[in-house]
Each structure stands twice: as C-alpha cells, then as structure tokens.
RNA sequence: GCGUGAAUGGCGGAAUGGUAGACGCAGUGGACUCAAAAUCCACCGGUUAGUAGCCGUGCGGGUUCAAGUCCCGCUUCGCGCACCA
C-alpha cells in the first residue's frame, strides 16, 4: 500500500456506516471524561491550532479507549458570539446561516482529521435547544439574588458598538477589533461572581491544574487584606471611607484622595473650588481607557476645599481628587501616605503637600519607603511592628466605630449584557404594572428572531424588531417589552461541559444523576489565554449550581493542561497580514491527515509549541513509507526459519515492552513527541531483526509487527487500520486492547553501568543485571582507565547505584 | 513595577539528582545507479593525531560522592496583570 488521503476517505465511510465510536453511557471500563475547549465556528475551515489542540488529544482519547476506559470525548460549537456577527456585517450573510455552513465543514473536517467523537453526543451553543437551558441557567441566577440589574460605567467599543466586559479590553483597546475603548453608562445585567471570590481562591488548591493559571486565577481575584477606616469630614456630617492595606501609616496621612466620579466628590465640593473641580472632572472623563492607565503618567489632581479629620491624630487634612484613584476598587477614596507610598509620594511633591515618615526600617531612610517596619511619630503606637500596629489600631478604631477589618477583591461583577444580536435573548420582560418580570419557564426559549436588522447603531438590534419586543407580562398577561440585551458568550460556555452527557435532554438542562456520574472532566484541555475568563466564568457557575442543588461537586475541571501554540515558521503569531499562516488542507491533500497530525505531535512539545517547519512534514512522510515497506517485506522472507527464543529474539521483545510501557508513560504525560519516538526505535529494531536475524523467528517478528499496529494505531488511525487489514485482520484495529506490558520482560539480563572516579566518567562496565554489589565494585577497579586515575590515590568511598552507576572518590 | 515561565548541538527537541544531546531534521562520507532521485550503511557538541584527555546545558556562587535538574544571586527573552491604596 502507499498511504495516501484515499485511504482515510475508505475508512472514514466505513467508520461511519459502523457507527464506530458511538459512546455507550453504560459501557464497560471507568469513565473517563476528555474535552477540549470548544471551537468558535468563525472560519469555514480548520485552521492549524484546531488541529494542533485537538489532534494529539484525539489520540490520547483513542489510547485510553485501548486501556479499557469508558471513554466520552465529546466536541461541539461555541456559535454565538462578535465574529459570526462582524462576519455577517461585512459579508451580508446572515449569522446564523453562516455559522451553519462553517459547522458543517468543521465537523466534516474533524472527521477528517481522525477524529473519534460521537457527533450523537454534539452541541452548538446557538440553537434553541441548548440556549434555552443558557436561559434557564440565567432565570435560575435571577431567583437566587445573583443576576441584577445595575446602572453602571461599562467599556464601550465605539467601533463594535458594544459594551465589553472588563476581560476583553486589552491595554483599553477591544480585544476583538483593537478600537480604543471608552466609558459609558448604561444600565447592565450583572451575575454575582464577587460572592464567590473566596470560594474560588480556595478550591484552587486541590486541583491538577498548572500552577501559573492558578496564580493567574488569584492575580484576578485579587484578595487583598486591610482595614476600613473612616475619616469624618470638618464641619459637615459625612464621614469618608478607605479602604488600606497599611492601617499602620495612619498617623502619616497628609490628604485624602477621591477618584473623580466619586459620589462624595458633589458634596464636599466648597464653592469656589467648583469651577475648577468640573474643569477637572470633564477633563478626566474623555481620557480614554488607554491613557488613564499609562502608569507613568503624571499625577494630576485638584483640591476640592473640604478637610477630613484623621481619626486617630485628629489632624485636619485636605480632600483632593485625582484620577489615580480609582472608582471601581475599594471605596473609591483613599488615605494618602506620601512617605510610603509611591504613588502618594509623587502626588504629594508635586502639589507640594507634607510628607510625614511613621515606619522606621532599619537605616533606611530615604522616602518613599514602603516596606513594613517599627511606628514612629505616631502618638500611642510608636515602636509597635507594622504587623501588631495593623491589629491594633484597627481594633482601636473599631472601638470608636471608625474602622474595622476589611476584605477587598479585584474581581468584579460578571457584566452579561450586550448590545448586540447575535447571542441568547435574556428572558426578562419589562411591565409597566409588574416591573421587571423574568419570563416563566414554560415559556422557554425566549426565541431570538431572524430577521432582524443586527447593523449596528448604538442600540441592541432586537429593539428594532416588533414582534420580538413585544410580549404579554408572565405575571398579570397585559402587554409588556423584552430585555433586548442578549448574553454574553461566556455564559453559553460556562456550562456546556453539563450539557454534553445529556445533550438531548428537553426537560432539563442535564439530568442530575447522569451529570454527577459523569464529571468533573477529567482531563481539559485549551488554550492558556483562557486562565482568567472562562475558566474562572466555568467555576463560578458549577459552584452556583451545585449550592442551587443541581450538582453534587464544586469544581468542574480535575485536571487541566494548556496546549503550546504553533507559530509561524518566522517564529511570530501566525496572522494574515503576516503572511505566515500555515493551512492544513493543502498538507492533508499531500500527505494524508495521518502523516500530518503524527507530524504535529513529533515537532513540538505539545505543552510548548513552536515555529511551523516544512521539512518536519516530509520527515515523518519517509517514516510512513518506511513503516510500509517493512510490512511489504514481512510476508516473503526467505531466510532459515526458527521457532528459539534466543538472545536475539529476547531483545526485541525486550524493546517491544519498554516501548509499550514508554508510550503509557508519556502519553499520561501528554509527550506526544517522545513517544513518536519510541515507536520509531520500536521499528528501527524491528527493521534489524528482519534484516539481520539468521536464523529469523518469523512468527515471533509477525506478533511483534502486529504489537507495532496497535501502538501506532491511537497516533495514526487511518494507516493503522490499512495495516490492520493488510496483516489479515477483518475487525477494526480500534476495537483492539493495548498491548499488555510483560515486566519481566523489560530489563536487560546484561546492563551496562557508568564508572565514575570523583564523579567523572572513565568507563562503561557490562554486568549481569541485579549482579553483587561487592563484584560490581571488583570488576570496576580492575578496569585499566580507572586504575590509571585511582592508581597512588587513597579510595575514601564507594557509591553503587544498583544497575545504573559507580563512583569511586579517591583523595 | 508586580507576578510567572523559559534559556540544552546548525535546527525541532530528549534526559525519576546518576553515562547530557534519546528520536528526528539538516550536514558529511560510502553503497546501489550511466547519472540523478529514492533507499540503505557509517559519522555527526567543541577541541585534539587520537579509541586517551580537556571543555561543554544563558552568567556567578553554593549544596552533593554526583547538578541541565536542587538552593542563592544575576542576565536576556516570552507571557499575564498593571496607579488595586
């Protein structure tokens, strides 16, 4: 044979016909649940990373069905969302209609990749049947105090004419089209994630997922520990909270801070300080996202003309406001400690206000100093540590109801409204009698309507749309207008992993037993730029539904890796407009989708990625062809037969097992390339044998061929399965068992040892395995190159690693 | 700035603290061929006449009989967060 693309297309038919890989829920063997992160159906085809995450997992699948796992690897389509609808725009096609042609082609393609999933078990977030229970899961949040509604400052895309979450602005630029992002308010559907922050810092702990996405998921949370501390304001009765980290430089404030939106900002304002302070204020506003974050920015600000009144010096101080203070964190106003904070320090020089030093470290004077250290010029607390003046004064403050301890996180309310089209319709209705009225569940899916002009204006498309709008109240059934905000993508994938396991259910969103059984997921995998939204979004929601009843563990994912990317062969990010892209069709075309995804997984680390290289291609091309012609020669052998089992013999089985086992081993490691490689040095000392041996134990060499098929066969399904047939077998190669690991069989009887003098090596020495220590040592002494460097020298000792290595340190 | 990951031949990349460079690419020499391609065999970190030796895993220290691997201090690059009080 010569494998080739119309090999794959044979088998692919025939697989089909048999229904192959249908999932049996009631299967023998553990389960095991496999998923990949979903794909966006964004292009009509298959690009590289497609290929590259799901390929090499796509054999891991194949590899635990061998081992006798029950296993469901599921894959579906995260349909809804900005590109499906960007694409409409430009292109005049509908959104839906487009996202239907390109799962048809995907699907077609992940079938010509090899892949084994059961399309039974298939979901595309965009249809009724699935958004329908996304709508559930939103009702759900709304009855359970976790979705609200709020006027609020949102991210405003003026070139999407969308709101963003804070997730997708990156730098302030829209994380889609790069437009610089800037400020608007409107009123927004929010879900609680915040009442979750602690949970989710700590059920991080116990999971198999790496460590950099773990500090990522804390970095977003951002717990931070301190106190509340209010400052009442001289002559008028308001008090101002802060929130700080650092209660022990209380002595050392010498103004307090606002961040210009602040609500307090109107009514301390003193009236000759006005102009300048709405001056100020409308400045601030048109900066864009992007400047106000330049860090190296100046400071700016102006004094509004109130003072507050430090609660514990009793010192009068004045309030400022400054857009280096931010709304969103904390309480919006901080206390400033220009002699140790920097961001103070700069403020303060250069509006020219006191710096006051109260911690003392070491010799270190030089402000500013923001280490922690001994009080100073701080009344009572002088000479306490930072870390007892923390407790202290906080508790002192609480005794004047002027403080308390305090918990802040950087997290924030998951914002889930969008004012566009293409995304599920949030089933609340709008009654002029009944308020805000979430839609009965009979009434499910709020149904998102087809025509609809979804251009956008500044207003979310399904406004414009009559008999979308208008409905009658679920409550007292007079006329009534829909929320015409659609969700979020991310609520639509922050549950799907539920749905798969029972994903023609239409009575429920999942059935509770099935999906208890079934997850967490056992092994996920996805791209690392999802660390902090949709892992933290996925999470979150199990959490929700398990406290809600529905599920009876909190976190979704066991176990997570995150696949490398391929870059261009110039080392960069792939891109158009680099002109560096790699399309897989052409080489699938070529070679055949085998050769191309065993390329894939030989290349790269698959954790790591890398720079695409050609060569790499026709590479594992020979090793095919290579593969071929063995098998072509192993039916005319003419050569002295044998049925002996000798030493020979024995080395190539030994080969053979460490091979199976190396594969197990690397392949729960996810080294996609190092056990490539073993199969090859399992063929290249099979090529040996076949070549070399005389006399050749031919039915041994065939058992042994027909052990390299099944090893192979999870890498390369298509090829496998021709040899398979070529060797004489009429059932398919995937319905075989991986090749049990015969132990015995593994070790050498003869090992070849290190000789070490002081830790250098001298030589190799040949021993039976498992051979006497005090022989070992014998046989290496009298080796001439380590007589020649132990010779005249004293041996101090003697370290045998049994079967590996000897040193002997001489003085 | 804070956090985090990485650095190994000409290249992709291997190495539970135990013979650095598995496997492959590229390269060199040879066989086959009229010739080329393909295929096969050998070599393939540097230095050296060498099979003996010395040097060698970004840099500087350390722990250890033994360090690419562990510890301390740097450099460079990548990634994430970024005025979070």
Redesign the pocket.
């Given at each position: 044979m010569k494998y080739n693309q119309s090999i794959d297309q044979k088998w692919l038919k025939k697989w089909r016909d048999e229904n192959l890989y249908a999932y049996n829920p009631k299967g023998k063997g553990e389960k095991f649940y496999l998923l990949e992160m979903f794909s966006y159906p964004s292009g009509s085809t298959l690009h590289i990373g497609h290929w590259y995450n799901y390929a090499p997992l796509d054999t891991y699948s194949r590899f635990k069905r061998m081992k006798g796992y029950n296993v469901f690897h599921p894959m579906g389509f995260d349909a809804f969302g900005l590109p499906a609808e960007n694409f409409a725009i430009q292109h005049g096609i509908h959104p839906h209609d487009s996202t239907a042609s390109n799962i048809k082609t995907m699907k077609l393609q992940l079938e010509e990749m090899g892949g084994d999933y059961d399309w039974n078990y298939s979901l595309e977030t965009h249809t009724e049947d699935y958004y329908k229970w996304t709508q559930w899961l939103f009702l759900k949040l709304y009855e359970n105090n976790l979705a609200y509604k709020k006027e609020a400052p949102v991210n405003w895309c003026p070139s999407c004419n969308t709101v963003l979450a804070?997730e997708q602005v990156?730098n302030g630029t829209c994380d889609r089209c790069e437009s610089v992002v800037s400020k608007k308010k409107i009123s927004q559907w929010f879900f609680k994630i915040t009442d979750y922050a602690e949970d989710l810092i700590n059920d991080l702990e116990d999971l198999d997922w790496p460590?950099?996405t773990k500090?990522?998921q804390l970095?977003?949370i951002?717990k931070?520990i301190?106190s509340e501390v209010s400052f009442k304001v001289k002559d008028q009765d308001i008090d101002i909270k802060v929130?700080?980290?650092?209660v022990d430089t209380l002595a050392g404030v010498t103004y307090v801070v606002l961040?210009p939106e602040n609500d307090l900002v109107s009514k301390l304002t003193k009236e000759n300080y006005q102009k300048e302070v709405d001056a100020y204020i409308k400045k601030t506003s048109t900066f864009s996202e992007i400047e106000?974050?330049?860090?190296d920015?100046e400071?700016t600000g102006v004094f509004i003309g109130s003072y507050a009144i430090n609660p514990i010096t009793k010192e009068e101080v004045p309030i400022w406001i400054s857009?280096?203070?931010?709304e969103g964190?904390?309480t919006?106003c901080?206390m400033a400690v220009p002699a140790h904070?920097t961001?103070d320090f700069e403020f303060a020089t250069k509006f020219g206000l006191p710096i006051r030093q109260v911690i003392k470290n070491g010799d270190n004077d030089v402000l500013p100093m923001t280490e922690q250290g001994t009080l100073i010029n701080s009344l009572g607390y002088n000479n306490l540590t930072s870390e007892v003046a923390k407790i202290t004064i906080t508790k002192d403050l609480e005794k004047d109801n002027k403080g308390q301890f305090m918990t802040?996180y950087?997290l924030k309310d998951w914002l889930v409204s969008r004012q566009r089209y293409w995304g599920s319709p949030i089933p609340i209705v709008y009654c002029d009698t009944c308020g805000i009225v979430p839609e009965s569940y009979e009434n499910l899916p709020v149904k998102l309507p087809y025509d609809v002009e979804f251009k956008p204006d500044g207003k979310s498309p399904l406004a414009k749309s009559e008999e979308f709008i208008n409905c009658a109240c679920p409550k007292c059934k007079g006329p009534a207008k829909r929320e015409v905000d659609t969700l979020d993508t991310f609520v639509c994938s922050s549950w799907y992993f539920l749905r798969y396991p029972d994903v023609h259910n239409d009575k429920e969103a999942f059935n509770k037993d099935i999906v208890n059984k079934m997850l967490p997921v056992d092994l996920y995998i996805g791209g690392?730029e999802h660390a902090?939204m949709h892992l933290i979004y996925a999470r979150f929601i199990t959490k929700v539904l398990k406290d809600l009843g529905y599920l009876s563990f909190s976190e979704p994912f066991s176990k997570l890796r995150h696949q490398g990317m391929i870059l261009g062969s110039d080392g960069n990010k792939m891109s158009k407009s680099k002109g560096n892209t790699v399309i897989p069709d052409q080489f699938i075309k070529e070679y055949g989708a085998d050769i191309f995804r065993c390329y894939l997984m030989f290349?790269?680390?698959y954790l790591?990625g890398?720079?695409w290289?050609d060569?790499?291609i026709?590479?594992m091309a020979?090793y095919f062809?290579?593969i071929e012609s063995f098998f072509e020669r192993l039916n005319d052998i003419d050569r002295e037969e044998t049925t002996k089992v000798n030493d020979t013999e024995k080395k190539l089985l030994t080969v053979m097992n460490k091979t199976v086992l190396g594969i197990e081993e690397d392949l729960d490691k996810l080294?996609f390339?190092?056990a490539i490689?073993k199969t090859?040095?399992f063929m290249?000392e099979l090529?040996r044998y076949e070549q070399f041996a005389e006399p050749i134990n031919i039915k041994l060499l065939k058992e042994c061929a027909s052990t390299f098929i099944k090893i192979l066969a999870p890498f390369a399904p298509f090829f496998s399965e021709e040899l398979w047939k070529d060797s004489g077998n009429d059932t398919s190669i995937h319905l075989e068992k991986w090749p049990k690991v015969d132990k015995s069989l593994i070790e050498d009887e003869q090992v070849?040892?290190?000789v070490?003098v002081?830790?250098?090596?001298?030589a190799?020495l040949p021993i039976n395995k498992d051979e006497k220590e005090a022989t070992v040592k014998e046989l290496a002494l009298d080796i001439e190159?380590v007589k020649?460097?132990t010779q005249g020298k004293e041996i101090v000792?003697i370290?045998y690693?049994a079967n590996?290595?000897i040193?002997i340190?001489v003085k």
């Open positions: 804070n990156k460590s950099s500090k990522t970095n977003w951002g931070s301190g929130f700080t980290t650092r961040s106000r974050m330049e860090t920015r400071k857009d280096y203070v931010l964190y904390g919006g901080v904070d961001r802040n950087r690392n902090a290349g790269f680390s790591e890398g720079p290289k060569e790499g026709s590479a020979r062809s290579r080294q390339n190092t490689s090859m040095e290249n090529v070849e040892i290190a070490q002081n830790g250098k090596l001298r190799t190159n020649l460097h000792k370290i690693v590996k290595i040193n340190v």
